[in-house]
């Protein structure tokens, strides 16, 4: 489908590397759109934005750590250099942390005291403020420096990424559950505090998707699904895991403002039924 209020405005998309977000990239550069692909590795960076190019867009590639004003701030001026000011932004740098993980998905006696065993004692506060950063401080830091070019440009739109675990708290990975659940909140937050502003602020949760991240946790070393993975199958009603490419409807119509330019502080979830279903 044709958006004609998206060709030639300018994207930002955090992660862009990441099979998600470089998902939501190749769908903006089918628009004719120009689009920045920001992350920590340039090689895996430049490998979307050739592909950017092909699709019809215009693709650059930039490094930054989303927890880093300053380094964000070099990145937006390469930014504007290439194409003027950015007309939307995608936060789509996030993730867990190993360190922020539980072992087991119930507490059992004698599990503080099992060396073998990451129990809910063993978390670190580092390792659960790593988790916070990437996914709290990565949306605060870019939202910050890229929504100035925003404030009264037509159709301007930031869109966060949320996640299941922001509706329910997913069994061991307490930190990013928690982290996702605040993406909700402040997306909400930023809606409202710039409704008068001309810029619109939403989000997409995303349902149970294959990525490079959480593969090991939905996979035993065999590559058959893992127990986990079919507890999640089982309480999703589609009865599969989601495919990268099924999201960007919705990042296209959170983008255009000549569809959804009454829409701002909503968490939209593609997630194959998962939260509506109660599992039985």
Known sequence: MEHRSLK???????GGSGILCREFAYALAEQGMNVAVMGRTLSKLQAVADRINELGGRGLAVTADVTDPDAVKTA?????????AVDILINGAGGNHPRGTTSKEYFEPGDAEDTDTVSFFDLKPGDLGYVFDLNIIGTLVPTQIFLPDMIGREGASVINVASMSSYKAITRVSAYSAAKAAIVNFTEWLAVHFARSGVRVNAIAPGWFETVQNYE???NPDGSLSDRSKKVLAHTPYGRFGRPEELTGTILYLADAEMSGFVTGATIPVDGGFNASAGV
Do not use: P, Q, R, W
Not at 8 to 14: H, I, M, N, R, S
């Open 76 to 84: 937006k001026d390469e930014i504007n250099k290439a194409f003027g």
């Open 8 to 14: 030639g405005k300018t994207a930002v998309v955090t």
């Open 217 to 219: 946790l939905l996979h």
